[in-house]
């Protein structure tokens, strides 16, 4: 079970006044001068099999994080004419590792051709075979009608973490994707791997007067 525990009295700003297994704030700093694991500055923690990176910084302040091209697992509908549209991914204009339905697509083998119109559940003109359009758009053709198709697909993810009132800001993968092994933090590179592993991150309360406080797990004293 975590036990969570008031950075105030890890600071020695001052004490709980309550057991420390409630989140709720007895005493507060506004803002926090640092939230570091152990002395460093960005580590991670793993909960729920899910990894986070975490950063100390400045309340208000802004990281720009580059992940690079991450695999992200999205559904599409198929129009009434089973054909699926795909637009081309940021930072990867080659479609490097497309996959649909569980199916590599080879964007370099797929012909240049026309998108026709869909009329009552058929292309005016027939189109038999995947093909990419003119604008580089990936079209997937001969699905099941309305039915839900799987595309995997690499792109360039970009993030501008906040850093809020505890100086605390978070990076989280986005729904469908996991953290990269490497990415980078206004310009530092960072290897996931390699972060400091917290365990479980701190958490950031506001009381009722309109201060923060953080708290953090009783194993970060060890």
Known sequence: MKVWKNIACLLGVGALTQSVLSLDIASSI????????????????????????????????????????????????????????????KGN??????????????????PVNTLPTCVNGTFSQ????NFKTAKGQVVIV??????????ILPSDQKKNIAINSCGIGVLRATKGSTLPATF?????????????????GP?????????????????WGS
């Open 30 to 89: 506004s803002p926090v001068d640092a939230i570091q694991y152990k002395g460093a500055s960005v580590y991670k923690a793993t909960e729920s099999s899910i990894t986070s990176v975490y950063f100390d910084g400045t309340a208000g302040n802004h990281i720009s994080v580059d992940l690079g091209n991450v695999t992200k697992t999205v559904s599409k509908v198929a129009s009434a004419c089973g054909d699926v549209k795909i637009s081309t991914p």
């Open 93 to 110: 204009p080659s479609f490097t590792g497309l996959k649909v339905d569980g199916s590599a697509v080879d964007y370099s083998a797929l």
């Open 126 to 129: 027939a189109r038999s075979a």
């Open 142 to 151: 001969g699905k099941t009608p309305s039915a839900s198709v799987e595309v």
């Open 184 to 200: 980078s933090a206004n310009g530092t590179s960072y290897t996931l791997a390699s972060l400091p592993d917290a365990g479980h």
């Open 203 to 219: 958490v950031c309360k506001k009381a009722a007067d309109g201060t923060y406080s953080a708290y953090t797990p009783s194993g």
